[in-house]
């Protein structure tokens, strides 16, 4: 077993719910937590972490018990969203320290090559305590990479980080997620979760709102009409074509082109083809205008 | 309890405590206490209280649980109040380990802060080789394990900043009033365990010691057992708190 599976877990402070009977197992790959600040993505990364109990519930990381569990973290580790490390450390010390407590076995290989992999051997001599924030947080990576974990949970880890350091930050998750290990991390940045993650698991006030896919997350809302951004070769011929379909509720003629409100994006999408092909019409354009996260997370925290 | 302590543990927690402005802070009561005690002896001062009441009273209830109070929070409070502690707790160490390791830090440092001046200050008004200056050097050493105990409980068990409030009300109020006004007191005062073994080989009533030998050495190792056992128990039990919707 190499994931982490959550059953029932709630997480209360005297008559504050931070976490609401959450089940989910999260498997190989990345993992992105997202809510809003307040959401208990925090609270619930801490309790896959062995550093707060639940009040209710169990969780199993890695086949063992999270809480009052040190030797989990031979195959786990954390990368704390609090700015502090060992400040008067150099970077290069903290990074041994850490594998010298993991006992490997050699120890100063395993620093040098996670303080490369973050991109810090030029500031590996310099004292934390002169770090930038990103360089902190690219540091504590180094820190959490260097026994080689099987899990790797991160909370709000972009802080601080300028672009670049970000893209970069994706690129070395990405590269461990398809090594095969569990990544899991929460952000309450849309974008950050929408590049990094295959698996989203959106919480808000304290509950799991929706979990999967994004895109699978959006279709899934048939309450909700899709919208799609049609451009064709004759957009008015094509409007008044599609007004008279059960599967579109509206169509809104603009300047870029069609905005088409469909009610079944499965009927939609199959008779479009077909309803331009028998008008003449050729279509040009199509693009689904609510699927990113934000406007999944908006409906989601509307409801 | 050596397999217990951890090297790189002990070296994070020496250089974490010992910042320059800290050394001078902990400094500063030894050079007092020395500094007395050579004035005292170099006037010739004529008193049943010099030396063995001040270096006793002054020394157990005063300069040492202060000075072991400074360092015993230190050594751990004060990476639980920045955060920086995670980052030791996140690795498969042992909590006795953590503990057995800062314990072991703290008990030096304030051996050399406090109970080595303690027996300067002794040998300078005594001599070197004499009862007393033995006598509250063994004291000493045995009072900077048990206070340190109960400081390192206390970091683990309460918040940074009450832990040291909690620590100071116990060094003023009941080891330095109460302990010494109240005899029942003294049962329970590490102070006075550390006087009763002083005591044994000073043998000076002006220290009063209120306890005897066996009383101070059994309560001490009880007492001093139960704080460190509680203080791992507390520290596997270490929660962050996440967000609260």
């Not at chain 2, 070197?128 to 970091?155: D, E, H, P």
Request: charged share 15%.
């Amino acid at each position: 077993m190499t994931g982490i599976e959550i059953e029932g877990v709630s997480r209360w402070y005297g008559n504050v719910v931070a976490v609401n009977d959450i089940t989910m197992s999260i498997g190989p790959g990345v993992t992105g937590l997202l809510g809003p600040n307040g959401a208990g993505k925090t609270t619930l990364l801490h309790m896959m972490a062995g550093f707060l109990p639940p009040s209710r519930g169990k969780i199993t990381v890695a086949g063992q018990p999270s809480w009052r569990n040190p030797g989990m973290f031979r195959t786990v580790a954390l990368v704390p969203e609090r700015d502090s490390v060992y400040a008067f450390l150099t970077g290069e010390e903290f990074v041994l320290a850490t594998a010298k407590l993991h006992e490997l076995p050699d120890p100063q290989g395993a620093t040098r090559a996670a303080i490369e992999m973050v991109e810090m051997t030029g500031a590996q001599d310099r004292r934390i305590s002169t770090y930038s924030k990103g360089m902190r947080q690219r540091i504590k990576v180094a820190a959490a990479l260097v026994h080689d974990p099987q899990i790797v949970l991160l909370d709000e880890p972009f802080n601080g980080m300028d672009p670049r350091q970000r893209l970069q930050m994706m690129d070395l998750l990405h590269a461990e997620a398809d090594k095969g290990r569990v990544i899991v991390f929460s952000s309450h940045i849309l974008e950050e979760v929408e590049r990094l993650s295959g698996t989203i698991q959106v919480i808000v006030g304290g509950r799991l709102a929706a979990s999967g896919d994004f895109r699978a997350i959006r279709r899934l809302m048939t309450n909700r009409p899709h919208v799609f951004v049609v451009r064709s070769s004759d957009d008015r011929s094509l409007g008044a074509a599609l007004i008279g379909s059960p599967a579109v509720r509206a169509v809104e003629l603009t300047g870029g082109g069609l905005q088409v409100l469909a009610s079944d994006y499965g009927s939609f999408t199959r008779q479009l083809a077909g309803l331009s092909r028998d008008h003449g019409i050729r279509l040009t354009e199509v693009l689904p205008a609510d699927e990113s996260l934000e406007s999944v997370f908006t409906y989601l925290l509307a409801a | 309890m050596s397999g217990l302590i951890n090297g790189v543990i002990v070296r994070i927690t020496l250089r974490a405590t010992m910042s320059r402005r800290r050394a001078l802070l902990l400094a500063l009561p030894a050079i007092l206490l020395v500094g007395i005690s050579a004035l005292l002896t170099a006037t010739a001062a004529r008193s049943t209280s010099w030396p063995p009441e001040i270096l006793g009273q002054f020394g157990f209830t005063v300069v040492l649980p202060l000075t072991a109070l400074i360092i015993g929070t230190s050594v751990l409070g004060a990476e639980i109040e920045d955060g920086s502690i995670v980052h030791l707790l996140a690795t498969p160490v042992r909590r006795a380990s953590v503990i057995a390791s800062k314990y072991a830090v703290a008990v030096a440092l304030t051996i050399a802060f406090a109970a080595v001046p303690e027996y300067l200050a002794a040998a300078i008004a005594k001599g070197a080789g004499s009862k007393l200056a033995i006598g509250l050097l063994a004291g000493a050493v045995a009072a900077s394990f048990l206070y340190n105990a109960l400081f390192i409980f206390f970091s683990a068990s309460l918040r940074p900043g009450r832990a040291l409030a909690f620590g100071l009300c116990y060094v003023v109020l009941w080891e330095g009033l109460l302990s010494n006004l109240v005899p029942g007191v003294a049962l329970l005062s590490m102070g006075h365990y550390g006087l009763a073994i002083a005591n044994s080989i000073a043998d000076d009533s002006a220290l009063h010691a209120y306890l005897s030998t066996g009383t101070g050495i059994g309560m001490g190792i009880a007492l001093g057992a139960l704080c460190i056992g509680l203080g791992i128990r507390r520290l596997s039990a270490f929660t962050i708190k996440g967000d609260i919707a």
